[in-house]
C-alpha cells in the first residue's frame, strides 16, 4: 500500500494536480463541534444546506461508511497579477481571481475521476467517490488532517510549498491507504489576513462571520445587502481575495498550470456590465462560475460598485435600473444615484 500511494500521488501530479496527501474520514472529530457551533451563532447566513446537511459535514465517515481513504488535492490557480490593485480602479468590477477562467468545478472534477480511475486500476473490488466543493464534506479541515496545508486565521487553507491560492478536492475511497501527517499552523503573531478585512468578517483569529463577508454577500446573500456594508464592498462585485492576497505565505505560491484559470473577465468597466440584459450576462459568463448567481444579483453588485465609484458619468449607466422587474436591482441603483448625486 505505500507503494500504492506513492505510485498515486505522482499520478496525481501528472495529472495537474499540484499536491496530494491522505488521510482518513474519522480524522476530523473537533469540525462537528465547530460547524455546530458556527451554524447556531448564525454566521453561515442564508447558506441552509450547511444546517441541512450539517450531520454528514461534520462527520465523513457517515457520508459514506464504506470509505477507509480520503485522498486530498491541491489544484493552484495562482493569480498572475496583484488583486488588490484593481482596488484602485473604481470605474471597473473586481472578480475573484478565482473566477477569472473556467469553472473550477468541471476542470477539477474532471481531473479527480481520472486520479481515481487509475487507482482502481491497481487494485480489483474497489470504489471511489470524488467531491469538489458542491456536496457535504469539510475539504479544509481534511485538507490539514491530511497534511495539505493548515486552516489560516482567515480560515482558509493554506500552505508554505503552496501559498493559499489553490483549490481543493476530494477522493473518498474504499482502498486503505496509510495516511499522512496532519499539519499544524504556521500563522505564528501575523494578523495581516485580519487586519485586511474591510468588513470585519473575522470575530476572533480563526473564526469567520459569513454574514460579513464580501465574497458571501456578493454571491450567496440572496435580497438586499444592509447599506453599511455595501458601502464597504468597494468595487468588488464578485467575490473578494483581500485576505488571500495579504497572506505573506504567498512568496512561495506554486504557479498555476491550468491556462484556463487565467486570462477570463478581467475586471470590466462597470457601466459595461450595467448594460447587461439576462441573454447577455448568459452568453458572456458561459462557462464561468459567475454565471450562477444570475443577472439580478450580479446586476444589484455592479450597481453597489457604480455607487461607490464617486464617478457621477456612471450615472447615466445606472438610471435605466431604477424601474428594473427586480425590486432589489431597482433599490440598488436607486442607492447608486443617491449616492452619486
Not at 211 to 231: N, V
Not at 268 to 288: I, N, V
Amino acid at each position: 500500500m505505500d507503494d500504492l500511494k506513492t505510485r498515486l500521488v505522482a499520478r496525481a501530479l501528472e495529472e495537474g494536480f499540484s499536491k496530494a496527501r491522505v488521510t482518513t474520514p474519522d480524522a476530523i472529530p473537533q469540525a462537528a463541534e465547530r460547524l455546530e457551533a458556527f451554524v447556531d451563532a448564525g454566521m453561515h447566513g442564508q447558506m441552509g444546506w450547511m444546517e441541512e446537511r450539517r450531520n454528514w459535514r461534520g462527520n465523513p465517515a457517515a457520508l459514506w461508511p464504506e470509505a477507509r481513504s480520503v485522498v486530498m488535492l491541491a489544484e493552484a490557480y495562482t493569480p498572475d497579477y496583484d488583486p488588490l490593485d484593481l482596488l484602485a480602479r473604481r470605474d471597473r468590477g473586481v472578480i475573484s481571481a478565482y473566477a477569472q477562467g473556467k469553472d473550477y468545478h468541471d476542470l477539477v472534477k474532471k481531473r479527480l475521476k481520472r486520479v481515481g480511475r487509475w487507482l482502481l486500476d491497481q487494485v480489483e473490488g474497489e470504489e471511489i467517490k470524488v467531491f469538489v466543493d458542491t456536496a457535504p464534506v469539510m475539504e479544509k479541515p481534511l485538507g490539514q488532517a491530511a497534511g495539505l496545508g493548515w486552516q489560516g486565521k482567515h480560515t482558509n487553507l493554506l500552505a508554505r510549498d503552496l501559498g493559499s491560492w489553490f483549490f481543493l478536492g476530494a477522493i473518498f475511497t474504499t482502498v486503505e491507504l496509510p495516511p499522512d501527517t496532519p499539519e499544524i499552523s504556521h500563522c505564528g503573531s501575523c494578523t495581516a489576513c485580519l487586519d485586511i478585512c474591510p468588513t470585519d468578517a473575522f470575530p476572533a483569529p480563526y473564526q469567520l462571520d459569513a454574514r460579513r463577508c464580501i465574497s458571501y454577500l456578493t454571491i450567496e446573500h440572496k435580497g438586499q445587502i444592509a447599506p453599511e456594508l455595501r458601502t464597504k464592498l468597494g468595487n468588488r462585485i464578485y467575490g473578494c481575495d483581500d485576505c488571500l492576497a495579504a497572506c505573506p505565505w504567498n512568496k512561495f505560491a506554486a504557479e498555476a498550470r491550468e491556462l484556463r484559470y487565467h486570462g477570463g473577465v478581467g475586471a470590466p468597466p462597470l457601466a459595461e456590465l450595467a448594460a447587461l440584459d439576462d441573454m447577455a450576462f448568459r452568453a458572456r459568463f458561459a462557462g464561468s462560475p459567475i454565471k450562477r448567481i444570475g443577472r439580478d444579483r450580479f446586476l444589484r453588485n455592479v450597481l453597489y460598485a457604480i455607487g461607490n465609484s464617486g464617478d457621477p458619468t456612471l450615472r447615466d449607466a445606472a438610471r435605466p435600473h431604477q424601474n428594473d422587474p427586480d425590486p432589489v436591482v431597482a433599490e440598488a441603483a436607486a442607492w447608486a444615484l443617491m449616492r452619486l448625486a
